[in-house]
């Protein structure tokens, strides 16, 4: 029985449960229902509580820790030649076990018979490889019988498992379930009881985001650190060149790679600086004209559509980008003499400044409308023109926030992904010129972990390290922007 | 003196220097209102673009180039053996043998020609014997019998009659021959050849040639994922919200919580992706390539949004409902539960809508977790390898024949199509639902 079905049986029992506590509170009052303490309902409540939530724990701990207490068990019986190997050797081992135990409950009588002759040595273990390859589980060679044996304890440790697991499951909600019955009474606090149950849940709702946040720092730190026992620190962050070769594991000797973090953030920053160089201006003087100049009518009407441009998937901007806006900047570029790369700086950033006008553009909008009247009347009272009082006074006075929601976009820049894996090439330039391609932080992330992976090699764990720069630059930019956005409203309320 | 009285300029009226520096201001004046509305019409000029360029490349993907044959089911062919129950021997025959047989006698094909009979051959699709299989499959009485199929040709027939091969081209530097060329056209005069609406590519998986591929998988596998986010992080943004909004207190705890959702929600998608290849992948063992995982990274990725969405829905209960419920002795809970989240329900159904139309464009995380994939069956538990709607745009887009480009754009107008249909509901649901308090 999985886990998945013996917790849906454990949501009927709790369903079961609540109208049995509905039923029996009213009962135990002899149906005058102004003695209950709490209503009925409550009451209910009350009981499928006791009955699901600690099965539900039970149910939890167990799944969670069955595997590594198994495998640490199974690891513990290996012979004293596998336990003297490497972390990975041991892993490789552990994993052909497991793929082994997987297969075994396919296996008919015989076949496991087989299986089992062979971990005693009475055949050789090429007939049990043959048994198992018939059931899917494909070996690369023949299996050693002490890697048979463990198996056959996986195998059957995991049925018993599975055979006392819901038991143990259904006991407890049982017992969970008899207790609260016992308790039912007319004085009894259910109300309060489940109030405090819900408000405990809600808390641990909200502890989801912290642990979310917790858990990408733990993990891509855990791994970054694991690269840098391979890869010197300063190697990574100073080197010039990124050429990580190939994987090289297992292979005494095998090419070294070469790490290097500038090019990349080279190409991110140059990205970003082109589509900066086309969302500011666009998105200030949209801004400007929507919160100085425009009607209402327009206003609604424009503020919104020039929010699609932010709502659009970003891999629809990569495509277009791609076929598109790519081969007209290069056909146009043939025309006038200069040679554009399809895939280019100036490609990918044009498009991804379009992308981030509304980043710019709505929240400038926003600030700028907060800006007290009083200001604009007084300026127009000294005879300004509406573009001297928004260059000389408005803008000034909104530029905090305007800087906030640059630096906003800015970060959305630096951490988009698909426009610039689509469109903004592979190789690790470091060039000033915007015609040719260059390759970012994000591009190479995505490279280095699609295929097959190796937890590893460096050239799989590289890409948690860019991932924690790109985690810290986007964090830098955007408590940096939070920050002045803030400080800034506080001048005027 | 008097000389020089006449020379001064007056200082104000038609021709003073204040005059001529007004009108400059009032140039400039035009001038900074016009960069306002060009810098608007960029951007809607680019919207018009972006969608102009997708619909016209996508529209043709919607229809398929089918060719009229009459199949005799050979069952020399099929069933060499006689027995029609011999299912291994049904699987294994040689269907596209039919179909080019068929087709010989269309086109009057010499058939001891090789040259001949292989460009006939390259007008049909890679992919028909699965269809005529399927149907042998289905009903073996079929065998011995002939029946009229339309059957789908190649991309290079497809391209060439919705215009994209150019006729002009010299024939040894165009995809389709002379001689092919001929043969389209005597079947495009017979009537035996037309494009036909392409269920194809809502219900085929993966194939390496683009007259067989199809969303099917990609859309199975994002309705799993978003199954996911809709059964995860909507229950646990609103209780997140709820709890955010009805019980912290301002203490410590409660700043943290706060500041990590607003950074949360603006930390690169794709970092999210790494979480889920750490954690979900590496540590708790999850399959690669699985929608479960994908759903639980978009789930964590939507979350800050619709806590956020929610918050601000519970914030626009008004203070007198709540006084007025707890003045007649109502717990918290029963606030909660009886008048917040029915009157800020609206709202919640909004964010929940961004979220998803958030969820259903990301891309870049599902990278990480192996969606990319080649993936041929349907998925039948989010626990089998699927891909997802923008993963399957992506794939297409770094493809290399010239048919996917179609099939991308044809991709991408599913995509925007859902997304607008959420975003409509959405907007919907503000204006019907919400109240003005």
């Known amino acids: 029985m999985s886990s998945l079905s013996i917790l849906a049986v454990l949501l009927i029992a709790g369903v079961v449960a609540y109208f049995v506590g509905r039923i029996r509170s009213v009962k135990v009052c002899k149906g005058e229902q102004s003695t209950l303490h709490s209503r009925p309902t409550y009451h209910g409540f009350y009981l499928a509580v006791w009955t699901v939530l600690l099965a539900v724990f039970v149910l939890t701990v167990?799944?969670?820790?069955?595997?590594?207490?198994?495998?640490?068990?199974?690891?513990k019986k290996m012979p004293a030649s596998v336990l003297e190997t490497s972390d990975a050797q041991k892993s490789l081992t552990m994993s052909v076990v497991d793929s082994i135990a997987t297969g075994l409950p396919k296996l008919t009588a015989e076949e496991r018979e087989i299986v089992r002759k062979a971990r005693y040595g009475f055949v050789t273990p090429a007939d049990a490889r043959d048994v198992l390859a018939r059931h899917g589980v494909i070996l690369g060679s023949a299996p050693e019988p002490y890697v048979l044996a463990a198996a056959d304890d996986l195998a059957i440790s995991r049925a018993l498992a599975a055979t006392i697991l819901p038991i143990v499951c259904f006991l407890?909600?049982?017992?969970?379930?008899?207790?609260?019955?016992?308790?039912?009474?007319?004085?009894?606090?259910?109300?309060?009881?489940?109030?405090?149950?819900?408000?405990?849940?809600?808390?641990?709702?909200?502890?989801?985001?912290?642990?979310?946040t917790i858990g990408i720092v733990l993990s891509v730190l855990f791994e970054t650190i694991h690269f840098f026992q391979m890869v010197p620190p300063q190697d990574f962050f100073f080197g010039t060149v990124w050429d990580p070769r190939f994987s090289s594991v297992g292979r005494a000797g095998g090419a070294q790679g070469q790490f290097g973090l500038l090019p990349l953030l080279w190409g991110t920053m140059f990205i970003s600086i082109v589509a900066l160089l086309v969302a500011v201006p666009v998105g200030l003087f949209a801004a400007i004209y929507m919160s100085e100049y425009a009607g209402p009518r327009v206003r609604t009407f424009s503020k919104p559509v020039l929010e699609i441009l932010a709502g659009i998937p970003t891999i629809v901007y990569g495509f277009f980008a791609l076929v598109t806006f790519g081969p007209f900047l290069r056909d146009t570029g043939a025309h006038i003499g200069l040679d554009i790369s399809a895939s280019s700086v100036l490609t990918a950033g044009i498009v991804m400044g379009v992308m981030i006008i509304p980043f710019v553009s709505s929240l400038s909008d926003d600030i700028m409308s907060a800006v007290p009247q009083s200001l604009r009347e007084g300026s127009y009272g000294l005879g300004a023109t509406q573009s001297e009082t928004i260059k000389r006074v408005i803008l000034p006075a909104a530029l905090p926030g305007i800087v906030g929601a640059i630096l906003l976009a800015a970060s959305r820049a630096v951490g988009e992904t698909m426009i610039v894996v689509l469109a903004a090439g592979i190789a690790a330039n470091l060039t000033l010129n915007p015609l040719e391609p260059v390759t970012t932080i994000t591009v190479k992330i995505v490279s280095q972990l699609t295929g097959d992976l190796e937890f590893n090699s460096p050239q799989t764990l590289v890409a948690f390290a860019l991932g924690l720069t790109l985690f810290v630059i986007t964090l830098g930019l955007n408590v940096y922007a939070l920050y002045i956005v803030r400080r800034y409203r506080e001048q005027y309320e | 003196m008097t000389d020089q009285a006449a020379t001064i300029t007056p200082s104000f009226g038609p021709g003073s220097p204040a005059t001529a520096k007004l009108r400059k201001r009032h140039a400039a004046e035009k001038r900074f209102r016009l960069y306002g509305i060009l810098a608007l019409l960029f951007g809607f000029m680019f919207l018009v673009v972006l969608f102009g360029t997708?619909?016209?490349?996508?529209?043709?993907?919607?229809?398929?180039?089918?060719?009229?044959?009459?199949?005799?089911?050979?069952?020399?062919?099929?069933?060499?053996?006689?027995?029609?129950?011999?299912?291994?021997?049904?699987?294994?025959?040689?269907?596209?043998?039919?179909?080019?047989?068929?087709?010989?006698?269309?086109?009057?094909?010499?058939?001891?020609?090789?040259?001949?009979?292989?460009?006939?051959?390259?007008?049909?699709?890679?992919?028909?014997?699965?269809?005529?299989?399927?149907?042998?499959?289905?009903?073996?009485?079929?065998?011995?019998?002939?029946?009229?199929?339309?059957?789908?040709?190649?991309d290079n027939t497809d391209a060439l009659l919705k215009g994209s091969i150019d006729r002009k081209t010299l024939n040894e530097r165009r995809?389709?021959?002379?001689?092919?060329?001929?043969?389209?056209?005597?079947?495009?005069?017979?009537?035996?050849?037309?494009?036909?609406?392409?269920?194809?590519?809502?219900?085929?998986?993966?194939?390496?040639?683009?007259?067989?591929?199809?969303?099917?998988?990609?859309?199975?596998?994002?309705?799993?994922?978003?199954?996911?986010?809709?059964?995860?992080?909507?229950?646990?943004?609103?209780?997140?919200?709820?709890?955010?909004?009805?019980?912290?207190?301002?203490?410590?705890?409660?700043?943290i919580i706060e500041v990590n959702i607003n950074n949360l929600a603006a930390v690169p998608s794709i970092v999210f992706g790494l979480l889920g290849l750490a954690v979900f992948i590496n540590f708790l063992g999850l399959p690669r390539s699985a929608s479960l995982v994908g759903g639980l990274v978009l789930s964590l990725m939507t979350l800050p949004t619709i806590i956020i969405a929610t918050r601000a829905a519970i914030k626009a209960v008004p203070p007198s409902i709540r006084e007025a419920a707890l003045g007649v002795g109502a717990s918290k809970m029963?606030?909660?539960?009886?008048?917040?989240?029915?009157?800020?329900?609206?709202?919640?159904?909004?964010?929940?809508?961004?979220g998803l139309v958030q969820a259903l464009g990301e891309t870049a995380p599902l990278l990480m977790i192996g969606m990319v994939a080649f993936v041929v069956d349907y998925p039948t538990t989010p626990l089998e390898p699927s891909t997802a709607l923008p993963v399957q745009i992506y794939m297409w887009a770094t493809a290399a024949e010239r048919g996917f480009i179609e099939r991308t754009a044809g991709a991408t107008m599913v995509l925007l199509a859902f997304l607008i249909v959420m975003n409509s509901v959405a907007v919907y649901f503000r204006h019907r639902f919400e109240r003005k308090w």
């Open chain 1, 62 to 75: 167990w799944s969670a820790a069955e595997r590594p207490v198994q495998n640490y068990l199974a690891m």
């Open chain 1, 172 to 212: 407890v909600a049982a017992a969970g379930f008899l207790w609260g019955y016992t308790r039912l009474a007319p004085k009894l606090r259910a109300r309060n009881i489940v109030e405090s149950v819900m408000r405990w849940g809600l808390l641990a709702a909200s502890t989801v985001a912290v642990l979310t």
């Open chain 2, 54 to 154: 997708i619909i016209s490349k996508g529209w043709t993907a919607f229809v398929q180039t089918s060719i009229h044959l009459s199949i005799y089911f050979d069952p020399a062919v099929v069933n060499p053996s006689g027995n029609p129950d011999d299912r291994d021997e049904l699987l294994r025959a040689d269907y596209t043998k039919l179909a080019r047989n068929a087709l010989y006698k269309v086109l009057d094909v010499n058939t001891d020609d090789r040259k001949e009979r292989r460009a006939a051959n390259d007008l049909l699709s890679r992919g028909v014997d699965v269809q005529l299989k399927d149907a042998v499959v289905d009903d073996p009485s079929l065998i011995g019998q002939t029946r009229e199929y339309w059957v789908l040709a190649s």
């Open chain 2, 175 to 255: 995809a389709v021959s002379d001689q092919q060329i001929v043969w389209i056209d005597q079947m495009v005069k017979d009537d035996v050849i037309e494009k036909r609406f392409n269920t194809g590519l809502f219900v085929n998986g993966a194939s390496s040639s683009p007259e067989t591929a199809g969303l099917g998988v990609a859309l199975i596998g994002s309705a799993f994922m978003m199954l996911t986010v809709a059964l995860l992080a909507v229950p646990l943004g609103v209780a997140a919200a709820l709890y955010l909004e009805e019980f912290a207190t301002k203490n410590r705890w409660a700043d």
């Open chain 2, 334 to 354: 029963q606030l909660i539960g009886h008048h917040v989240l029915p009157l800020s329900l609206p709202g919640i159904l909004t964010g929940t809508i961004i």
